[in-house]
């Protein structure tokens, strides 16, 4: 099947996206549909020995982690010993227990990404000084893809205006719109003047925080001319778009045939990642925007894999949750919910396997000097992440299959839960240091 076939979006006509998005989602619905439910080939198999050295890995840098946690730095000079410090331990566990070689190395340390962060946390604060280290640690997140599609673009890396506005206008705006204390009809009205906003009319923010995402928006704008880049603010309004119908998958009791669940998560995924595209380069090629739509379209159904457990019990409709428990609800069909046998993960997993091999075939549109280590991590990053994924959501699947899949794992499955509940315990920490990062800036060296 190929997805080559978009059209590109008519310079001048940035409401062209939409159609576009629309291509797209059926493009990689029938993708998803096409995709075979059977085990797939996932590499590497460990015996137990080899993944007990691995874990004495894991376990040494988390160590290495939670002792720099403990002391954040206070000068610009403490800040880069501390990085030295911290990627010289990442270094070893990545070659000794991924397999990892020097090129990927580079890729990661070498090529600006540390540096790109502490700017970015800095630049966050100066901001919005009320901005917390948890909100920035949220949005960095999406500066690393953006700052990688820099590297696959054959961009030089480096925090744009565009990339710090649209890093922070979606937890802004998701957060807000999270906000139990804001009233419904609040929330609401913000959507429709935000729509209007990134459609380009002239909207006055109703309140500080609304003043705030309006200015991410001019900070875009300011970067990329609607008139000259009218992909850009489309592509914003898309993900927008793809938000508003995401209110559909809070509808607990809803029939797999009333919702279109897995129309609109890959919307919702894939237009996030395309619009860290267009705002990164301002255009992108057809088969530039197949892939990123794709990658995002994968990345949100890990994430939906990832918080199965969350989403089951918070009534969202995903692909996974609607499966792991076709009936989520309260009162009288609570009942009918503990007499429904929910269906293994095993064979939906799999066609998520199938699915992403498809998509990663795309990428090599990126054709810039020196990407190819990092096509390399993300061909990595679509099938690890998804095996651990699955662990930690055990069960939802069948015990051979959990074996199966824990075969191909550096780690066992118990010993990640068992170090992602130490880690849990320093968040605290953690946003400590991520808050002494975005306040050095200033401080002197030495």
């Given at each position: 099947?190929?997805?080559?076939?978009?059209?590109?979006?008519?310079?001048?006509?940035?409401?062209a996206l939409s159609g576009l998005v629309r291509e797209l989602g059926h493009r990689f619905s029938d993708l998803w549909w096409a995709c075979d439910t059977g085990l797939p080939a996932l590499g590497t198999a460990y015996n137990?020995?080899?993944q007990a050295a691995r874990e004495a890995q894991l376990a040494r840098l988390q160590d290495v982690l939670i002792a720099e946690l403990q002391g954040p730095p206070q000068t610009k000079a403490e800040v880069q010993a501390t990085q030295e410090r911290i990627f010289a331990a990442i270094g070893v566990f990545a070659r000794s227990a991924l397999d990892l070689e020097q090129r990927h190395l580079d890729v990661l340390f070498a090529r600006g990404f540390p540096q790109a962060a502490t700017e970015f946390a800095q630049a966050a604060r100066r901001f919005d000084p009320q901005i917390s280290g948890s909100e920035i640690f949220q949005a960095s997140r999406n500066v690393w893809v953006m700052n990688g599609l820099q590297l696959l673009l054959g961009l030089p890396l480096r925090l744009t205006p565009a990339i710090l506005a649209y890093s922070l206008l979606?937890?802004?705006?998701?957060?807000?719109?999270?906000?139990?204390?804001?009233?419904?009809?609040t929330k609401v009205a913000f959507n429709e003047r935000f729509g209007r906003r990134l459609r380009g009319e002239a909207v006055t923010p109703t309140n500080t925080h609304e003043r705030r995402i309006f200015d991410l928006v001019g900070m875009v704008e300011g970067q990329y001319a609607p008139s000259q880049y009218p992909q850009v603010l489309a592509s914003?309004?898309?993900?927008?778009?793809?938000?508003?119908?995401s209110v559909h998958l809070l509808r607990r009791c809803a029939s797999p045939y009333e919702v279109d669940v897995l129309g609109i998560s890959l919307e919702k995924g894939g237009t996030s990642v395309l619009a860290d595209g267009y705002l990164v380069a301002g255009t992108l090629t057809p088969a530039q925007a197949e892939f990123l739509f794709g990658w995002g379209a994968f990345a949100q159904l890990l994430d939906d894999l990832q918080d199965v457990e969350q989403d089951s019990r918070d009534g969202l409709l995903t692909v996974f949750s609607r499966t792991a428990r076709p009936w989520h609800s309260?009162?009288?069909?609570?009942?009918?919910?503990?007499?429904?046998?929910?269906?293994?993960?095993?064979?939906?997993?799999?066609?998520?396997?199938?699915?992403?091999?498809?998509?990663?075939?795309?990428?090599?549109?990126?054709?810039?000097?020196?990407?190819?280590?990092?096509?390399?991590?993300?061909?990595?990053?679509?099938?690890?992440?998804?095996?651990?994924?699955?662990?930690?959501?055990?069960?939802?699947?069948?015990?051979?299959?959990?074996?199966?899949?824990?075969?191909?794992?550096?780690?066992?499955?118990?010993?990640l839960r068992q170090s992602s509940q130490?880690?849990?315990?320093?968040?605290?920490?953690l946003m400590r240091m991520v808050e002494a990062l975005a306040t050095v800036s200033d401080a002197p060296t030495g």
């Open positions: 099947m190929s997805l080559h076939s978009v059209t590109t979006v008519p310079p001048g006509q940035g409401e137990s020995r080899e979606y937890p802004y705006s998701d957060n807000y719109l999270d906000d139990p204390a804001i009233a419904e009809e914003l309004l898309a993900i927008h778009r793809a938000q508003i119908k309260t009162g009288v069909r609570a009942v009918f919910s503990r007499m429904t046998t929910p269906w293994p993960l095993d064979a939906i997993t799999n066609r998520t396997f199938h699915f992403s091999a498809r998509v990663m075939e795309l990428v090599d549109c990126f054709t810039a000097p020196g990407s190819e280590p990092l096509k390399e991590l993300m061909r990595m990053a679509a099938v690890l992440p998804l095996i651990t994924a699955a662990g930690r959501a055990g069960r939802h699947y069948t015990a051979a299959y959990r074996r199966e899949l824990e075969a191909h794992s550096p780690f066992r499955f118990s010993f130490k880690l849990a315990r320093h968040r605290v920490s």
